[in-house]
């Protein structure tokens, strides 16, 4: 089962923002919150493209939510040294 960010922080037991900033110090997102280049490919987390219907410009506007997978969730918790507290709760 694939997570967004804020699923695989409850699933790590931390709060969505401390993972962020965790992940920024270690350089697997980038400061606009991005997968960072090094990172992709390797099955545990991917960019997810989706879009929305922006009333204000009259378009749509397009964005990446960066996506952890199965085996990304144990791959980070490893890279926090976090236990994985509710696996099937998030």
Do not use: F
Request: proline share 2%.
């Amino acid at each position: 089962m694939n997570r967004d960010l804020n699923q695989a922080a409850a699933v790590l037991g931390i709060g969505p923002r401390k993972l962020r900033d965790q992940l920024r110090e270690r350089g697997i997102i980038n400061h606009q919150g991005e997968l960072a280049c090094r990172y992709r490919d390797k099955g545990h987390l991917y960019t997810e493209t989706r879009s929305r219907w922006n009333k204000a410009i009259k378009g749509w506007s397009h964005y990446g939510v960066v996506i952890v997978t199965e085996a990304g969730i144990g791959w980070l918790a490893q890279q926090l040294a976090k236990p994985i507290v509710q696996k099937d709760a998030a």
